[in-house]
């Protein structure tokens, strides 16, 4: 038996539209969170090229610019309480995954046939903050897009940030790296069974230093990283560059139209 009609549950949602309607993160024009105008297509992921590096990455890559829409939707959901986005986020996050080069792909799925997602944590106090693990959320939503195609996919909270990391805007390079030393720790049983591989997941990538730390405290403890895959990659004089030029020159087709990160550095 019926417990109510559609129209009667819609009622709530109508007058809570009318007293608090959606705009959209970017342009404010009501009606969608992320608008169809300022919502970018996702397309295929750019291998990101790192300059200095003493250690072994995995392959990383980003889907798209940190500037214009994305960046104003990324602070929105991140800095000004939009978590709405996480949705649109996490089905943007999907489409980027299945598109990995064939390679990557095969070399992330574990002997269950399933592809095990880790986010990066946030610092406690940003995420108290936020309303709580922003990446983790979006790998929430990825995965159940995933899901919803066939794909077996499991979110593994298996990181966490120690007290004493501060916030890393403004630091160069060498003091990311230093601000994270030793602070990135597993979660106790957070960690999928020893050996799977595993995709370390993102919104924004600069230097680079965050996904190397959380690379090492993963591999150091017998958890291979497929990839590194970033929402966007900000920036232009962080050691990191796109690899591929063309690919990088389309992502700004969306943005001020006036940019173009082709062969220069992303930021740190």
């Known amino acids: 038996m019926a417990t109510g ?15 608090l309607p ?14 169809a105008r300022c919502r970018p ?23 798209a610019a940190y500037r214009g829409p994305m960046r104003a939707a990324l602070l929105g959901y991140k800095e000004r309480g939009r978590r709405g986005l996480a949705v649109a986020f996490g089905q943007w996050l999907a489409a980027a995954l299945e598109a990995l080069p064939a390679g990557v792909r095969r070399d992330a799925t574990g002997s269950d046939g399933c592809w095990w997602l880790v986010p990066v944590p946030s610092r406690h106090r940003a995420a108290t903050r ?3 693990q922003h990446v983790a959320a979006v790998a929430a939503a990825a995965a159940a897009a995933l899901a919803g195609s066939g794909r077996p996919v499991a979110v593994a909270a298996a990181l966490r ?20 030393a030793g602070h990135v720790l597993l979660r106790p049983g957070g960690t999928p069974p020893p050996g799977t591989p595993v995709l370390l997941v993102d919104d924004i990538v600069t230097t680079g230093a965050t996904a190397a730390a959380c690379a090492d405290t993963l591999q150091r403890s017998g958890v291979p990283v497929a990839a590194f895959v970033a929402l966007a990659a900000a ?15 389309g992502l700004e087709s969306w943005g001020s139209g006036t940019e173009n990160v082709a062969g220069t550095k992303l930021d740190g």
């Open 5 to 19: 009609s559609p129209a009667g549950a819609a009622a709530p949602r109508a007058l809570l539209d009318l007293l």
């Open 22 to 35: 959606t705009v959209c993160a970017c342009c404010a024009e009501p009606g969608a969170i992320w608008c």
């Open 41 to 63: 297509r996702p397309g295929p992921p750019v291998r990101l090229g790192v300059a200095g590096r003493d250690r072994q990455l995995p392959p990383m890559f980003a889907v």
């Open 130 to 132: 936020r309303g709580g």
């Open 161 to 180: 940030m120690s007290r004493g990391v501060r916030d890393s805007v403004g630091l160069d390079p060498a003091a990311r790296r230093a601000n994270l």
């Open 235 to 249: 920036g232009d004089h962080s050691g990191l560059t796109w690899q591929d030029p063309l690919r990088a020159k």
